[in-house]
């Protein structure tokens, strides 16, 4: 995909997630070809930005050749709408044939009719719960484990098919959502999580390290750490990672008290044609005025990084900032046309 600074290829780990040398491969090409950055996404990804248009079309045969995909790209993109817990096999708790179930729809998968497209931005969710609870991953299809049984949701609708017929009513039920429109789609419709999801920063479960990367990114050389290392990886639909041991890094926060991880910022001007702002920037140099705060910073009305509620969202237009108090991007401003000293003083204040 062409962006405004080059080139984007992005990967989707299977539910197993990154080992050693592929993180090194994803490193060393970031470096190489890329800005050297990595961007983690809110469905568990990895996106590669910042490439010329021929290192973006050998990526793939790159990446094929250490298991990051599949070389048909019609069947990559089927591959691709799956996502599983990210504790599966981890933790004690979450269902125990998740990672199964997960290949078992991955396989089954391949023989759609050769026609079968997913639809743009379609997700099938496979989640064991257990320590982050079930109902916490969100697609338009949901496989969810409650009270020892596998259920499907379609959004509202819920059907608990014997386990021998799970896979089946699952393809079935993808082929009904290609035909839906995307204002129809299921994930629209879905009942809203209330549970609580745990920050999964630092040891959490004996071998799990959790960290997250401040604001969704980490370097090239991170990436590489962590595979000098030896750690294998898992990524969280939360642009959180979990490694089997610790590594630490300045882009990877596993302190609980780091308020980094209270920032939310899209990539901004310089990597978004459509950005106002550095928005990255200027999110990092309020952390000090946030004191439990959480900031959403939009370099447009857009609102690529998030469409929720947060305690302060900054909107950039071509005369400044809109300032959002306890809203979202697409809430009134309480204030516009401010720069960011303006916006520090009114956090200083409030
Ligand atoms: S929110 Fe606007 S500026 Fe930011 S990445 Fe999206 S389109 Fe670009």
Request: charge should be neutral; charged fraction near 20%; hydrophobic fraction near 40%.
């Amino acid at each position: 995909m062409q962006t405004h600074d080059g080139w984007l290829v992005r990967v989707t780990p299977d539910p197993t997630g990154l080992n050693p040398g592929q993180s090194a491969f994803l490193a060393d090409y970031a470096a190489r070809h890329g800005n050297a950055r990595i961007t983690l996404t809110l469905r568990g990804n990895l996106q590669l930005r910042g490439l010329d248009h021929q290192a973006a079309l050998d990526f793939t045969s790159h990446a094929v050749a250490r298991g990051l995909g599949m070389e048909v790209p019609q069947q990559e993109a089927r591959r691709r709408i799956l996502f599983a817990s990210p504790l599966a096999g981890l933790d004690p708790d979450c269902a125990e044939d998740t990672l199964a179930l997960a290949h078992e729809i991955t396989q089954a998968m391949r023989d759609l009719p050769p026609l079968w497209h997913p639809p743009e931005k379609f997700s099938l969710a496979v989640d064991g719960g257990g320590l982050v609870p079930s109902g916490a991953l969100r697609g338009d299809l949901a496989l969810r484990h409650e009270a020892g049984k596998w259920v499907l949701y379609e959004g509202a609708l819920r059907h608990q098919p014997d386990r021998a017929e799970l896979v089946d009513e699952v393809l079935a039920a993808l082929q009904r959502s290609a035909h839906r429109a995307v204002a129809d789609r299921a994930l629209h419709r879905a009942a809203p999580f209330g549970g609580t999801i745990p920050p999964l920063l630092g040891p959490f479960l004996p071998g799990c390290f959790g960290a997250v990367a401040v604001l969704g990114e980490i370097s090239a050389q991170t990436l590489a750490s962590i595979a000098s290392a030896g750690a294998a990886i898992r990524l969280t639909p939360w642009r959180g990672l979990v490694l089997d041991r610790p590594v630490a890094a300045h882009d990877l926060i596993t302190d609980p008290q780091d308020r980094r991880a209270d920032l939310v910022a899209c990539p901004g001007a310089g990597r978004c044609a459509q950005a106002h702002a550095p928005t990255q920037r200027d999110a990092l140099s309020l952390v000090t005025e946030l004191r439990g705060r959480r900031l959403h910073v939009s370099g447009c009305a857009k609102g690529c990084a998030s469409h929720g509620i947060h305690d302060v969202t900054l909107v950039a237009g071509p005369k400044g900032y809109d300032l959002v108090w306890q809203g979202s991007v697409s809430d009134q401003p309480a204030e516009s046309g401010l720069d960011i000293e303006d916006v520090r003083r009114r956090l200083r204040r409030a």
